[in-house]
């Protein structure tokens, strides 16, 4: 086969790790040998090893006792704990509008986007899962959104909503989806921020905007994720269940 050239003007063109001062130096501080240091420069992405959360991990009673201080907010810690429960009576998700993901309120049949400043047909499931956690030290509650609950669940909300929408009365209503209630008793690494609400809130709960599997928090991070999960994932619920 042929290949085609579809342009040669140096606007195309693509160099790399040429002998130009910024990569000389970059590989002279050596920064390439390490994965870490090496992807921000290039996605602007934040990354999270195992370092990272040993840095800024925190018990639930570090975190309960931070969040009564005169803290920054946006200032987020980590924290290893288990899933106690999971509150039934906030719902496990939001009907948010297809355009801007807010929630949106019923209004008739339709919806109103309060953000958008119109009525919308439909609603899209979105999670918002209000998790009891507890370690060692204390307990508390963390609110686990979108993205995170469906890397943690495995199931878009979307889908849980309709696998649920097919049930014809089995289950009480108000019960939570067995996908969901299935992340009961697991233990997690969580990244939670503190906001404006924790200032002042007579209950305090933070928003987990990170959640990873606690095999993280080992030697080697990712190779072994599943059996480390499920190992110690076991064991420690089982030490630490309420009698
Ligand atoms: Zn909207």
Known sequence: ???PTLSSTTASKVFLNIDIDEVLGLKKNNVW????TMQPLIFQREVINRDTILAGLKNVA???????SNFEIGTSYFCHSW???INKNSGWYYNSCRNCKRLIKACGDKFWCNKCQKVVDDAV??????VGVKDDSEATRFIIFEEEAEKTIGQSAMSVYDIEDKKEGNESEGDLPALIANIIGRRYVFRVKLTEYNKTAYKQSFTATKVFPESYLGNDDK???CGNASRSGVKDSMDVSPK
Do not use: G
Request: glycine share 0%.
């Open 1 to 3: 086969m042929k290949s």
């Open 33 to 36: 040998a390490n994965e870490s």
């Open 62 to 68: 570090d975190i309960l006792r931070i969040a009564t």
């Open 83 to 85: 899933i106690y429960d």
């Open 125 to 130: 499931p979105r999670y918002r899962i209000d």
């Open 223 to 225: 190779s072994q994720k």
